[in-house]
C-alpha cells in the first residue's frame, strides 16, 4: 500500500471524507513537518521501517487537527486526532455536570 493511502484511510478511520481527507494530506506535504515526505508519498509503505510510518502518521494526525480547527472546528471526529488523556480530559470539560465531577 502507497504511504499516501495508508495515511488517507487512516484519516478516513478517525471519520474525515474521503475529500477532506486529502486535503490534510496536500496541507501536510505542503508544511515544514511533511515536506520531506512530499516526494515519497507514492512510495509503499513497506519499504521504510514500521516506525517512520509511525512518526508520519503522528504528523498527519497532528496537520489533519490544524485542518479541523482551520476549516470545520466543531467537526464530530475533532477529539479522535487529539492526544489522549489530557486532551480529551479537556474536551470532555465543558460535559461536567455535579455528578461526574
Not at 22 to 43: C, F, H, I, P, T
Not at 46 to 51: E, F, I
Not at 54 to 80: F, S, Y
Amino acid at each position: 500500500m502507497k504511504i499516501k493511502d495508508k495515511m488517507a484511510k487512516a484519516l478516513f478511520d478517525r471519520g474525515l471524507f474521503e475529500e477532506q481527507a486529502e486535503a490534510v494530506l496536500k496541507q501536510y506535504v505542503e508544511s515544514d513537518l511533511g515536506k520531506e515526505m512530499a516526494n515519497r508519498m507514492e512510495d509503499d509503505e513497506s519499504d521504510y521501517p514500521p516506525t517512520m510510518m509511525t512518526i508520519v502518521g503522528m504528523g498527519v494526525k497532528q496537520t489533519a487537527l490544524e485542518w479541523i480547527d482551520a476549516n470545520c472546528p466543531k467537526h464530530w471526529a475533532r477529539p479522535l486526532f487529539m492526544d489522549a488523556p489530557a486532551d480529551f480530559q479537556q474536551a470532555l470539560k465543558g460535559a461536567e455536570t455535579p455528578s461526574n465531577k
